[in-house]
């Protein structure tokens, strides 16, 4: 009988598969790097594409109305060849900071890199200009308007529609797209959005 036993008892090896996967604590929480760590990663892919003749770069600060980013980085290249070497570019030079792990989307007009609270995107004209990042998500986009003037203070005046427009008035998406009487928005420089 205890031959039997010793038979049929199963083997440690299945006794480990019929137990599932071994559980593992928690990760621990992914600390967010330093400003200063941005700057410098932000400093590194500027000076990559600036140096590949990329065109129209533009860095966005999007820690506060993102959750996966602090900075996005927008530049155009003319030719799908160039966009390539431009990502990889930029990738030699993060790794030389120590970012190894890039996670990269490709499609012949646009390159996306993922390094983390950094995200890279390479277009061609045609496809920065369909995408329009910098609306989407640029210090003048409607969302980072709607969560500095989330409540607008009632005026206390009536409205007759001429008085400042930028205080809490909806407008029609068209409008906010291409601007007023289909003008196109223009991306100043000074603090009164002139």
């Known amino acids: 009988m205890a031959e039997l036993e010793a038979e049929s008892a199963p083997a440690p090896r299945k006794r480990e ?3 599932g996967p071994k559980k593992r604590g928690r990760a621990a929480p992914r600390t967010p790097p330093s400003p200063d760590r941005i700057e410098e990663l932000v400093r590194a892919v500027v000076t990559s594409l600036e140096s590949d003749g990329a065109e ?23 030719v799908e060849r160039q ?8 990738e030699d030079a993060l790794a030389d900071l120590g970012i190894r792990r890039l996670r ?3 499609s012949p007009d646009w390159v996306l890199l993922d390094a983390g609270d950094l995200v890279i995107h390479l277009f061609k004209p045609e496809a ?15 969302a980072a308007e709607s969560a500095e003037n ?9 409205d007759d529609g001429d008085e400042d427009e ?9 409008e906010v797209l291409d601007g007023p009487a289909g003008t196109t928005l223009g991306h100043s420089t000074d603090e009164e959005g002139d």
């Open 83 to 90: 966009i390539e070497a431009m990502a990889g570019h930029v």
């Open 56 to 78: 129209d770069v533009v860095v966005l600060d999007v820690a506060t109305r993102s959750s996966f980013a602090d900075r996005m980085v927008v530049a155009t290249g003319l």
């Open 17 to 19: 598969v019929a137990a």
């Open 128 to 142: 920065r200009a369909n995408y329009a990042i910098e609306r989407m998500w640029g210090p003048d986009s409607p």
């Open 150 to 158: 989330s409540m607008p203070e009632p005026s206390e005046e009536g």
């Open 104 to 106: 990269t989307e490709a």
């Open 166 to 174: 930028e205080d809490g008035e909806v407008l029609p998406i068209d």
